[in-house]
Structure formats: structure tokens, C-alpha cells
């Protein structure tokens, strides 16, 4: 299975980003999809998680009722829609695949990685 995250760049405080990550290869072996982030300095941290249907979701405290994930299983992809940006979401996200139908939040958890892509947010 090889995970692609796509959409990170440069905006401004208050704006909006939508990354995007995209399966390979043997989909049919992943179930749950989560988004990480790590700022320079800082260990990885869970953002966010979608099961295997997009049924049930789960956020971190630091980007509750600001960001959203989706998935589109047909096109074996999954969404983090973020808005109302702060510069403390500047970090590299990294999307990851669990064998296995539930959300977690912990990293050792999930069994695929994707390579993240950076966002910067700049005040």
C-alpha cells in the first residue's frame, strides 16, 4: 500500500487548506485513514481519523470545529479540510492506514505511511 498526501503550502492566518490523501496498491487492505502532524522540534501528533466508511471521525483538541475529514472510498481518498488556519498548524501532515476498521490516535497503530506534506501557516 503506498499513501500520497497532496495540498499543503503557504497561506495566510485565517485561511483555508484542503489536503488530500491518496491509496495505492493493495486498498483493499486498509480500513481506517488518519492525518498526523509534526512542527520542527515536536513529536508527531494525532490530528484526525475516518473508519473504514466514514461513519466515525475523530479530531484532536487543538483542531476541533476547525478542521474536517472525509473519505471517498471510490476514489481511494481521504480529506482534511482546514480552516481557520493559526500558525501553530504549521507542520508537515502525514496521512497513515490502519488493517483495521476503527479510528485510532496512536501512531503505533497504523501500518502504512505517506511521505506528508508541509503547510505553513504565516501571520
Known amino acids: 500500500v503506498q499513501l500520497q498526501a497532496f495540498g499543503g503550502g503557504l497561506v495566510q492566518v485565517g485561511e483555508s487548506l484542503r489536503l488530500s490523501c491518496v491509496a495505492s496498491g493493495s486498498t483493499s487492505d486498509i480500513y481506517a485513514i488518519g492525518w498526523f502532524r509534526q512542527a520542527p522540534g515536536k513529536e508527531r501528533e494525532a490530528v484526525s481519523c475516518v473508519d473504514f466508511n466514514g461513519a466515525t471521525t475523530l479530531y484532536g483538541d487543538s483542531v476541533k470545529g476547525r478542521f474536517t475529514i472525509s473519505r471517498d472510498n471510490a476514489k481511494n481518498t481521504v480529506y482534511l479540510q482546514m480552516n481557520s488556519l493559526k500558525p501553530e498548524d504549521t507542520a508537515v501532515y502525514h496521512c497513515?492506514?490502519?488493517?483495521?476498521?476503527?479510528?485510532?490516535?496512536?501512531?503505533?497503530?497504523?501500518?502504512?505511511w505517506g511521505q506528508g506534506t508541509l503547510v505553513t501557516v504565516s501571520s
Open positions: 497513515a492506514a490502519r488493517r483495521w476498521i476503527g479510528c485510532s490516535g496512536y501512531r503505533i497503530e497504523y501500518d502504512y
